[in-house]
């Protein structure tokens, strides 16, 4: 049988499941999204997705059609009916389909709603084992100003072109620094590093999304009493980190060893990032709302 996916409140196969070319989430990049993962029949944190997804949506005045109750429900179910315990979850909401222009007012036809869950295609287990080199992008990471990097939209292009460097340089991620220099986030994750055995990662009002994954290591680090600092950093002070890590839904927690070419540390994975993991791992089997599957 093949995957069975959400749309608009009704399960359809995924090769039947079609959008309009005129919608504006396709035109215009119009349009919200969550990257969620599931846990051996948990959804972690799923309500801290979906206050994300909603917060998103009203940054961009984009209603949706639901409540907040029932898209959680229409998550859980498209887990169900997949029969996945083990997932990762793409729920969008764009504007819907209207005529050409991009005056929102144009899709009078309501907004569309997809939830897609599949099986998770986990980085290879060596990254984690020997740690991800990375490198600085030159493209900037947007300003707050323009298109706020806490609005989670489907206008991606941005970590895209980011993302078009990493590959270009051999190396899987990109890390994006503020239009004045500072440390901001990577492609699709979260920074952090460690240094004088405090944990700091960037403000995420200077250009980063608000991660889960984020969210869920400073709930860990305040817990273990760790010292942490949200605080801005430049490029040098990843240079002569003793950790560097990434944080995501995907990827959750993956040290990072190698930066533009300079090793970080002692060129392996640090001590607090394989505790904070540890840890992370603990969360991911009972921070979330569980289902079973039939
Ligand atoms: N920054 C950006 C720009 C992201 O897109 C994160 C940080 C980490 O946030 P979470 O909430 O996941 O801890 C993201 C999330 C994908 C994919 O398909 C991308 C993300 C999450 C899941 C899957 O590439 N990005």
């Known amino acids: 049988m093949g995957l069975s996916v959400y749309l608009n409140g009704k399960f359809v196969d995924r090769d ?17 999204f969550e990257g969620i993962r599931s846990y051996s029949g948990l959804v972690f944190r799923l309500k801290g997705h979906i206050d994300r997804l909603y917060r998103s949506a009203s940054a961009i005045q984009l209603v949706i059609p639901m409540k907040k109750d029932a898209l959680m429900k229409a998550v859980v179910a498209t887990l169900k009916k997949n029969k996945l315990k083990d997932a990762y979850i793409r729920l969008v909401v764009t504007r819907g389909p209207g005529d050409l222009g991009l005056d929102p007012r144009k899709c009078r036809h309501g907004r569309v709603i997809f ?25 900037r990471r947007n300003l707050p100003q323009a298109l706020n990097p806490r609005i989670k939209s489907l206008n991606y292009l ?10 270009k340089s051999g190396v899987e991620e990109a890390l994006m620094l503020t239009h004045d220099g500072y440390v901001a986030e990577c492609t699709g994750d979260n920074i952090f590093i460690v240094s004088k055995k405090t944990l700091i990662t960037s403000p ?25 600092r949200e605080k ?11 950790e560097c890590f990434l944080t995501g839904s995907a990827a959750e927690i993956v040290p990072v060893v190698r930066i533009d070419k300079k090793t970080i540390g002692r060129g392996k994975p640090g001590k607090l990032t394989l505790e904070l993991r540890d840890e992370f791992r603990k969360l991911t089997k009972i921070d979330g709302i569980k289902y079973k599957i039939d």
């Open 16 to 32: 039947k499941a079609y959008v309009s070319i005129f919608d504006h989430g396709l035109l215009y990049g119009d349009g919200v």
């Open 115 to 139: 939830i897609i869950a599949d099986k998770v295609a986990l980085y290879p287990e060596r990254y984690y084992r020997e740690g991800l080199h990375i490198i600085t992008a030159k493209t």
């Open 158 to 167: 941005n970590n895209i072109l980011a993302k078009l460097e990493a590959t």
């Open 204 to 228: 995420t009002k200077i250009g980063a999304l608000e991660g889960i994954t984020r969210d869920a290591v400073i709930s860990i680090a305040k817990k273990r009493k760790i010292i942490f």
């Open 232 to 242: 801005k950093f430049k490029l040098n002070e990843v240079y002569k980190a003793d």
